[in-house]
Structures are given as C-alpha cells and as structure tokens.
C-alpha cells in the first residue's frame, strides 16, 4: 500500500511526459486556421518533432524491390498482397520476359511490427515517422502504398 502512495504522490506532482499534440497546436480559431490553410498561410499538417527510429507509415521502394514475397510471408497482419505487372507481348523471335511481381502495402491493416523491413533482402522498406494516417476510406490513395 505504501510504495503505491508513493507512487500516486510522485506522480501527481510530475509533468506529463505525452506530446500534447494535437492539443498544444489547437488554434484559437478553426474557421481562421482553416482560412489560413487556404492561402498557404498554415500547414493542415504541422511538423511534429517524433522520436527517433519512430515506427510510422511504411515506405516502399518499388524500383528495387525483386518481388520475392517474403515480406508478405511474415506480415502478422496480411497487410502485404502480391502484385503482377504484365508486360508487352515479346517481339518475334525475343523470349517473353516474364511478368513483373511486386507488392502493395495496405496501411489500415499494418501494425508497424517492422518485420517486413527486417526481412527484405532489397532493403526496399523502411519506416517513416509519418503518423497523422487516419482516413474515412481505408482504400484511398494515401491508404495504399506501392
Ligand atoms: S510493418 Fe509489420 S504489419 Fe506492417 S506491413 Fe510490415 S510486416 Fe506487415
Ligand atoms: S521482401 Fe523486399 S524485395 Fe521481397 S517482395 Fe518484399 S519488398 Fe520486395
């Protein structure tokens, strides 16, 4: 009972260690702040300083990705899916090169575990420390990295 006591009372005395964000950059006028966005005057979308190696939207290398599926293998929360890229018929005589696989990452199902990242022999993932990622369709644009 004691060490709880204690607690309670350090603790009640000791200054929040949350970001306050976005209480801290409530502007007193929405109406005005929203006027402002329109001129360019204010951000929608402050900066906020984030911890560093802060595990935040995903982002993906499409370029260097070789589509050998391993990230969607381990992702917990299947929020990786396969995507084939057909390519144009080969000239006469040419060998048919073969479709191009690589991926989409859906991120209302990614719990930023990381363990894509860790697993990809291509290094084409890596978290950003973007994480305003709310949205009203989990399929919009900004929902959908590839
Ligand atoms: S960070 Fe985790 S949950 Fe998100 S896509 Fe990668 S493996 Fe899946
Ligand atoms: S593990 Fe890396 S290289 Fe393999 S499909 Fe995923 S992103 Fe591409």
Not at 56 to 75: E, F, P, Q, T
Not at 84 to 109: C, D, F, L, S, W
């Amino acid at each position: 009972m004691l060490p709880m006591l204690k607690e309670i009372l350090t603790q009640s005395v000791k200054k929040p260690v949350t970001n306050l964000f976005p209480a801290a950059r409530l502007p007193k006028s929405i109406t005005g702040f929203l006027e402002d966005v329109g001129r360019g005057k204010a951000n929608l979308i402050p900066p906020v300083e984030t911890p560093e190696h802060m595990r935040g939207k995903l982002s993906y290398k499409r370029n260097i990705c070789n589509g050998c599926g391993l990230c969607m293998k381990v992702c917990p929360s299947h929020a990786i899916e396969q995507v084939v890229y057909p390519v144009p018929p080969a000239k006469e005589g040419e060998e048919q090169p073969r479709a191009q696989k690589r991926i989409r990452i859906y991120v209302g199902n990614c719990i930023f575990c990381g363990q894509c990242i860790d697993i990809c022999p291509k290094e084409a993932i890596s978290q950003t420390s973007e994480f305003l990622l709310a949205a009203e369709d989990r399929f919009a644009e900004s929902q959908i990295i590839e």
